[in-house]
């Protein structure tokens, strides 16, 4: 990856003692200062732990993190190489069974090579037909009758109400699924999360009815998300398309939550910002675009593996150890940073949507829900912050950054809203 330092002065995971845990980068109140100290500590690649005694190399340096994300022939994605399987490093308990499994995973994200490049045009394709105009009405739509459910309370929890909500119904929507449909899939999903042995049974079941959606889709001759998959020639089953739709799904939900959560924390408890964006300076977007430049909601990507032995900084990488690329880091990086907090403003070189085959394929359906779903809630209500914002508590997921709640107080309207069915009621699936 670099020209190459006389061996002597590699760096391997053996030599490197003591490692921080990388939970402590996204769960820190200021995650600069955790990347920072690292950066000072160990150059443009550290040393850390994915669970205490699991380690992988963090990739801190822009430069490098690119370079990782962009050569998926010397990095993968497939898990089943890691070194740590055979040296038995995951015990029975460990939360990372999920992320590295003895076997490769099904799904887009976790493919490589022939396989990757054969499922990412049907994505391309399915989402680039999603007409923005159309994303756009049902996303305020949705927006507003989320708020109708709480604004007369005069309080809520922005993150389980509205952040964490909103992503899975508009997607649900573009999928083609009908409401109790994408109750159902909702429900199944948390359990997944919570389920440790017995996701496999809930696997099963989520995947019968996604894919029984795709055949009724082929059958109507839908043009939705679920549509184009459903008859694409590049999948060898409707069990992949299945598959697939379920990942696209998912992945706008971590990151959209963590985009809107992250944009409404900062505009209600940071009053430069805040008054940037009310006193007209500053656009929405320009907001968004600080949020993914100063405190990223994907700021770890999922491990990579590598495949034989590489260098990268002053650190020998070798075959089968795993490699996180700090996103954060990378956007923070002293080589591509000025001082001049202006010239983040219209600027979208940041390194949040990822790079190489696995970049995301929707910036712009993201940018779509977080705009509208950011904004609708902004004109609707005049929000406050409850208790100081310092103490905003983090969620404690080592990929993702976003607040674990976000309670508010707003003065609540005079007449009572309407009491639709749809949504449902889902707070206590994102608690
Ligand atoms: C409608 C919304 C979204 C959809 C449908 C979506 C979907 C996806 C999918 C399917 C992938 C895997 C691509 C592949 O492996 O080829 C992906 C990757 C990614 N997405 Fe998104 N995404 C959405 C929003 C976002 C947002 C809002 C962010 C962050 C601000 C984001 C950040 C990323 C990143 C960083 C990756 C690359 C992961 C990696 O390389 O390991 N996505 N996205």
Redesign the pocket.
């Known amino acids: 990856m670099t020209a190459r330092p006389p061996s002597d002065l590699l760096t391997r995971m053996r030599d490197t003692g003591e490692r921080t845990l990388l939970v402590e980068t996204t769960a820190a109140a200021d995650p600069n200062a955790v990347y920072e100290g690292l950066r000072k500590r160990w150059g443009s690649v550290a040393p850390v732990d994915l669970e205490p005694g699991v380690p992988a190399w963090l990739v801190l340096g822009h430069n490098e993190a690119v370079g990782v994300?962009r050569d998926d022939r010397g990095f993968v994605k497939d898990p089943s190489i890691w070194r740590g399987h055979d040296a038995g490093l995951l015990g029975p308990q460990s939360a990372l069974h999920l992320v590295l499994p003895r076997t490769p995973k099904p799904t887009?994200?976790d493919?490589d090579g022939v396989k990757?490049t054969r499922m990412?045009p049907p994505?391309d394709d399915a989402?680039s037909q999603v007409d923005e105009t159309r994303a756009s009405a049902i996303t305020r739509r949705l927006c507003g009758m989320l708020i109708d459910r709480f604004e007369d309370r005069g309080r809520a929890d922005l993150v389980a109400e509205y952040a964490a909500v909103v992503?899975f119904l508009v997607?649900s929507e573009l999928d083609g699924l009908e409401p109790g449909q994408a109750q159902r899939l909702q429900e199944i999903t948390r359990a997944i999360f919570e389920a440790g042995a017995a996701a496999r049974e809930r696997t099963v079941e989520l995947l019968e009815i996604v894919t029984g959606h795709i055949a009724h889709s082929r059958e109507r001759g839908t043009r939705d998300i679920a549509g184009v998959l459903a008859v694409h020639d590049n999948f060898e089953s409707d069990l992949e398309r299945a598959q697939t739709l379920t990942?696209?799904t998912l992945?706008?939900n971590e990151?959209?939550l963590a985009?809107i959560a992250q944009t409404l924390v900062l505009i209600l408890s940071d009053p430069r910002f805040s008054n940037r964006v009310s006193g007209g300076r500053l656009h929405i977007d320009d907001a968004l675009d600080e949020v993914?430049w100063r405190s990223?909601?994907?700021p770890n990507?999922?491990p990579r593996f590598a495949v034989r032995d590489v260098v990268v900084g002053d650190k020998l990488i070798e075959r089968g150890e795993a490699v996180v690329v700090a996103?954060h880091a990378a956007n923070h990086d002293p080589l591509i940073q000025s001082d001049d907090p202006w010239d983040t403003v219209g600027n979208r070189a940041y390194l949040?949507?990822?790079a190489?085959?696995?970049?995301?394929?929707?910036?712009r359906?993201?940018r779509v829900?977080?705009r509208i779903a950011v904004a609708e809630l902004l004109q609707r209500l005049q929000v406050k912050l409850v208790g100081d914002p310092k103490q905003v508590t983090w969620a404690t997921s080592p990929w993702m950054r976003f607040p674990a709640r976000l309670p508010v107080t707003f003065p609540p309207p005079q007449a009572q809203p309407p009491q639709g069915a749809w949504p449902p009621d889902m707070t206590a699936f994102t608690q």
Do not use: D, E, K, Q
Not at 356 to 363: K, L, Q, S, V
């Open positions: 994300l887009l994200a493919a990757h990412r994505v989402l992503p997607l990942a696209i992945a706008a990151s959209l985009w993914l990223t909601t994907n990507l999922m996103v949040s949507f990822g190489g085959p696995h970049r995301c394929p929707a910036p359906l993201g829900i977080a």
